[in-house]
């Protein structure tokens, strides 16, 4: 079987019939691919739409889960998936017709590990037609050692997501590759992983993915008061999962990956979880979430002495002796108190003068 697509389904009942038909309309016969729906818990009438084409298509399969998030739908995609390559599709966005079987071509004629492409953002509501073929006439196809040069290629989009590129299976049974559960923003941590162990990788520079944007989505939704919770849960999930694997490196366990890691690249990423949690805390401005999340930071010893350490190594020794200096006298907390006050009164502010203007 050439290509297994990775579909997770939940509430998405005005979307998922398009997203079928797009992977329908693929110059694939029914044994050379499979598309494999994993309704991960779906309280509308998704699963029975989906279980719907499943009994029209062979080559559609129907995996019906308890609700355990768009990790796990993934995760139990790739359990079972039978496919050479393997890509994902979220439900509610479509790729481009007859295009499956040229990237399976491509992928295999110069043997890649991953081949990237590129995506079209379009509002929810706006009519696009994935029969339209783009023109390949100014295409560019580019080819990498490894999956990491990718990411000092100016044409290749920053925007490295789980549904813009096809993987080799075999790569991802090797390393033992899966989406991390109970986090949000999952794709970041798995493409990291990706690029420690995938080698020759291409780019296509062509919009074949379709990607619609939603009001709802967890990218617009992750700070609403009902979600942001759970997304620090997970930044703090994540801060412990970063210092484990910089501990097994310290006693010798190397993860075994393509590209070796570095001791400095593993600080690298348990420092910058942690500050960009604080950064996501001051910017929503709740206390009783903050309090909580600096809690659970000081009592793992998290903070503030790493990020002190990392403040020090990326500056000359007069800055190194100034931070030393101030950060003892001036401890990093009351700084990022003083930002959540500052930022609290910001929004109440904003608040009282939007409530001034309704009346």
């Avoid at 930044?235 to 310290?250: A, G, M, N, P, T």
Wanted: with cysteine; charged share 30%; hydrophobic share 35%.
């Amino acid at each position: 079987m050439k290509i297994s697509v990775i579909v997770p389904v939940y509430n998405v009942e005005h979307y998922i019939e398009e997203c079928l038909d797009s992977l329908l309309a693929q110059n694939l016969s029914e044994e050379e691919y499979e598309i494999i729906c994993i309704d991960d818990g779906s309280t509308d009438r998704s699963g029975e739409i989906a279980e719907r084409y499943g009994k029209l298509y062979r080559q559609i399969r129907i995996i019906r889960q308890k609700n355990g998030g768009l990790s796990k739908a993934r995760n139990e995609g790739l359990k079972i998936a039978q496919g050479e390559y393997v890509c994902f599709v979220d439900s509610d966005d479509y790729i481009q017709t007859g295009i499956l079987n040229r990237l399976y071509d491509l992928a295999v004629r110069y043997n890649l590990d991953k081949l990237m492409y590129g995506y079209q953002n379009f509002k929810d509501g706006e009519r696009l037609s994935f029969n339209e073929k783009s023109d390949r006439k100014g295409e560019t196809l580019l080819f990498f050692q490894d999956a990491s040069e990718m990411d000092t290629c100016k044409i290749v989009p920053d925007w490295k997501v789980a549904w813009n590129y096809l993987i080799k299976r075999s790569v991802i049974e090797r390393y033992d590759l899966h989406f991390m559960e109970g986090i949000l923003f999952e794709d970041e941590e798995f493409d990291f992983w990706l690029n420690h162990s995938a080698g020759s990788s291409g780019y296509i520079d062509q919009k074949i993915y379709y990607y619609r944007m939603r009001d709802t989505s967890i990218l617009r939704t992750f700070r609403d008061d009902s979600m942001f919770s759970k997304y620090i849960k997970g930044r703090c999930k994540l801060v412990l999962h970063h210092r484990k694997v910089l501990e097994d490196y310290s006693a010798g366990k190397l993860p075994d990956f393509r590209i070796p890691l570095s001791r400095g690249e593993l600080e690298n990423r348990l420092y910058c979880e942690i500050k960009g949690m604080l950064s996501q805390l001051i910017c929503k401005a709740d206390t009783e979430i903050f309090e909580a999340a600096l809690d659970f930071l000081k009592n793992e010893e998290l903070y503030p002495y790493p990020l002190r350490l990392y403040w020090q190594k990326k500056n000359g020794i007069i800055k190194r002796v100034l931070i030393m200096f101030f950060s003892f006298w001036y401890p990093k907390e009351g700084y990022i108190r003083f930002c959540i006050k500052l930022s609290c009164l910001i929004k109440r502010i904003r608040y009282n003068v939007k409530d001034c203007f309704r009346l």
